[in-house]
């Protein structure tokens, strides 16, 4: 079975127009496609309302999918962007959306290198996400700040008692999941 990434994004992403979906207000496009985050999901929103209009550092954007966050960051002002994800779609998708939008950022399996200092952004179910976290643990001591998603509202209070991220700075909420923000105080290691 093909799936129809138009029809499915013209279906289920908000500013979808003239075939792509409009991120404001990043000022950026996104082409249909496999990759996750087409801003139909709040995980990805609330994310992107975390997320500083400014960055001064470098992002890792772990579980990119369609390039989304990354390309929200590079348009933030991040000097260097790396997004990973284990599938090579999302991959590809997440690269023809930086060339549809004229921009060079890194998307790849894994990190090309290990930034001095960095913003890591990670929008996944709160399963995947101690999955993933524990798969990078290079990154863990240049981790300055974090903004994660994917996390449950009835799963809040579990998640935070055991969240290995640092101290929470911030927590929104939006149609039943939260996103938290991290400062990498007192980074701690182990899973979520």
């Known amino acids: 079975m093909t799936i129809d990434w138009h029809e499915q994004w013209a279906l289920h992403a908000p500013d979808f127009h003239e075939g792509f979906v409009h991120v404001k207000p990043f000022g950026f496009r996104l082409k249909p496609g496999p990759g996750f985050g087409d801003l139909s999901h709040s995980t990805t929103r609330l994310i992107l309302e975390m997320l500083p209009r400014k960055i001064s550092v470098p992002v890792v954007d772990i579980g990119c999918g369609s390039g989304v966050l990354s390309l929200a960051a590079h348009f933030a002002g991040a000097p260097e962007v790396y997004g990973i994800d284990i599938d090579e779609e999302a991959i590809q998708h997440a690269k023809e959306n930086a060339k549809l939008n004229n921009v060079s950022l890194f998307f790849g ?19 995947e996400q101690r999955i993933a976290w524990e798969t990078q643990k290079e990154l863990h001591p240049h981790v300055e700040e974090m903004i994660v998603s994917g996390i449950p509202v009835d799963e809040q209070d579990r998640f935070l008692a055991a969240s290995p991220y640092g101290t929470l700075i911030s927590m929104k909420e939006l149609e039943g999941w939260i996103a938290c923000r991290y400062t990498q105080t007192t980074l701690k290691t182990g899973a979520a």
């Open 109 to 127: 399996k894994t990190l090309p290198k290990i930034p001095k200092t960095c913003l890591v952004l990670m929008n996944m179910i709160s399963s």
